[in-house]
């Protein structure tokens, strides 16, 4: 393997912990502050991803979100991860921003923070769910785009990876800086080390040095235009928000001794066998 200093990025975003039974608001949106907070399960992917790259070629990791103050939280689990630096774009002119303005403004923090060679972002939060930020990016900076990839190396200084296309795998060669979005066949993330939760208990009780490592940056910082940020640059409108309730279907357990079994039984349910004679249908 070839060594570099890359300078890798990735973006990781806070969002409700779907176990908290976050409520809605009378709006239709997420009632935020009632609900437990979480590292983007499809960022923990991205995560690993920046980890590995940089065990394997060299260089920096920088976490990079955006979001309310307690979104630290999440920069300070990538580093108890082994991430180097994190910067937290944080200002109220954000609130309700819609993919646009997300991308707009993680765009000029990013041109803010530095050249980087390789962006990792997640698929799509659990949230949003719209997985256009990763993409609008990429637009934005005019860097090649990786999307769905579940697989990355840098051979003689050139991109290699493999991408989930419909129906089977991609292979893609293109060059450095490129953003890539990770899929959750990739790696799952790796435990925190002991060392960085000890650097981290560390910062958290030492807030000057904390600044050293996590750096919170707002709009005028970046040098970005708040008509293009939060509501005022956010052209999507959430018209109308219902509650599903149990959207139905049957759920069946199998239980059995062996993995044998439990697939003879499977196959043998009606839902299977109507499924299977679909499929054989020319
Ligand atoms: C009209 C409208 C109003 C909204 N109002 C609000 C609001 O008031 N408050 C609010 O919190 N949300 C709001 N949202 C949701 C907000 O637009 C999205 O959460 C945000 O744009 C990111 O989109 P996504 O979650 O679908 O990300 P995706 O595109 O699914 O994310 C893909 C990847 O991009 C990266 N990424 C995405 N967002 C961030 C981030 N913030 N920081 C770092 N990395 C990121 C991550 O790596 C992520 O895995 C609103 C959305 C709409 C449409």
């Not at 646009?100 to 530095?114: P, S, V």
């Not at 800086?177 to 990739?186: C, E, G, Q």
């Not at 509650?243 to 439990?262: A, H, Q």
Request: charged share 25%.
């Amino acid at each position: 393997m070839a060594t570099g200093t890359y300078n890798i990025f990735v973006l990781v975003k806070q969002v409700p912990d779907q176990g908290s039974k976050a409520g809605l608001n009378p709006d239709g949106t997420i009632d935020r502050a009632k609900a437990k907070r979480m590292l983007n399960p499809f960022d923990r992917y991205a995560l690993q991803a920046a980890l590995f790259t940089k065990r394997a070629y060299g260089g920096t990791v920088t976490a990079i979100s955006m979001g309310p103050p307690p979104a630290t939280e999440v920069l300070l689990e990538a580093l108890e991860h082994g991430v180097d630096f994190g910067y937290l774009l944080c200002d109220k002119r954000l609130a309700a921003s819609d993919t646009l303005a997300t991308a707009y403004a993680l765009y000029k923090t990013i041109l803010h923070i530095g050249k980087p060679d390789v962006i990792f972002c997640g698929l799509q939060t659990t949230d949003g769910d719209t997985a256009q930020v990763g993409p609008q990016l990429a637009e934005r900076l005019d860097l090649p785009q990786i999307t769905y990839c579940e697989d990355f190396a840098i051979v003689d200084g050139k991109v290699e990876a493999r991408r989930i296309i419909e129906g089977g795998i991609q292979k893609v060669i293109t060059e450095l800086p490129v953003l890539v979005t990770v899929a959750n066949s990739y790696h799952a993330l790796e435990y925190k080390s002991f060392r960085g939760a000890w650097r981290v208990r560390q910062l958290v009780r030492n807030p000057e040095e904390m600044k050293k490592y996590i750096r919170t940056l707002d709009l005028d910082v970046i040098g970005a235009d708040p008509e293009r940020c939060g509501l005022k640059g956010s052209p999507t409108i959430v018209a109308a928000t219902e509650k599903v309730g149990d959207i139905g279907g049957n759920c069946c357990i199998f239980e059995g001794n062996s993995p044998e079994s439990l697939v003879k039984d499977l196959m043998a349910t009606s839902n299977v066998k109507e499924y299977v004679t679909a499929l054989e249908r020319p």
